[in-house]
């Protein structure tokens, strides 16, 4: 089994649809958790980031931590055609020496008119 | 407000060429990664580096070498390139004792193999 596996994609929404992303992990240590944004042609970059279970809000954007199921989930709300961009979940395992970051596959997002 | 840059965009190399890839960060991290990344394959960990001189090796380091003699340096090294590392090459740093920074990406280096 796959460390991190990601919903697979690629996923097409109209403009204003709430769009859900999720991840899988298989190792309980993992500690922290996070999505990034990566544009056509451009490096990752850190769109959110939780800390063990729970939710974080931050504008049109939550992300959502189930450890209990290893689930993580990204959700979008009334999303823009300026979201349209690959959104990758990444895990960390720790601090230090243990703290690479291992990633999803990444979605393929399109957001329509 | 450059965090981690990678020294080309595009590069083109012939089968059996030795490619340097190099990265420098500038926010003093211990952490630095080289991540490739191919479609439908998301990003693969090649090789990191926790501190000057170290390195480990991560899920693909086969034909690949890295080298980190400062700290805001990491190099990545292709002793032979062949055409199956045509792919798009991404470096990251990152700090090691706070867990809430964030690790930074450069803009990639798109290599070719010919």
């Known amino acids: 089994q796959k460390e991190v596996e990601q919903d697979p994609g690629p996923l097409s929404v109209p403009e204003g649809a709430i769009v859900s992303l999720n991840c899988t992990y298989s190792n309980s240590a993992f500690q922290y958790f996070m999505w990034y944004r990566q544009y056509s042609r451009k490096g990752p970059e850190l769109l959110m980031y939780t800390y063990s279970s729970g939710n974080k809000e931050d504008g049109r954007f939550t992300a959502q931590v189930d450890k209990s199921s290893k689930y993580i989930s990204l959700f979008i709300r009334d999303s823009q055609p300026s979201d349209s961009a690959t959104y990758l979940c990444a895990i960390r395992g720790g601090i230090g020496a243990n703290s690479k970051l291992t990633f999803g596959k990444g979605i393929t997002l399109s957001v329509r008119p | 407000d450059v965090k981690v840059t990678q020294s080309s965009r595009y590069l083109v190399k012939r089968t059996g060429e030795k490619v340097f890839l190099e990265c420098v960060q500038d926010m003093d991290h211990e952490n630095m990664f080289w991540y490739r990344q191919d479609p439908g394959l998301g990003l693969r960990l090649i090789y990191f580096?926790?501190?000057?001189?170290?390195?480990e090796k991560g899920d693909i380091p086969e034909g690949y070498s890295v080298s980190r003699e400062k700290k805001e340096r990491f190099s990545l090294i292709l002793e032979s390139a062949s055409t199956n590392q045509t792919s798009m090459y991404l470096c990251?740093?990152?700090?090691?004792?706070?867990?809430?920074?964030?690790?930074?990406f450069g803009q990639g280096t798109r290599l070719t193999v010919v």
């Open positions: 990251a740093s990152s700090s090691w004792g706070d867990p809430n920074t964030e690790a930074f």
């Open positions: 580096s926790y501190d000057v001189k170290m390195k």
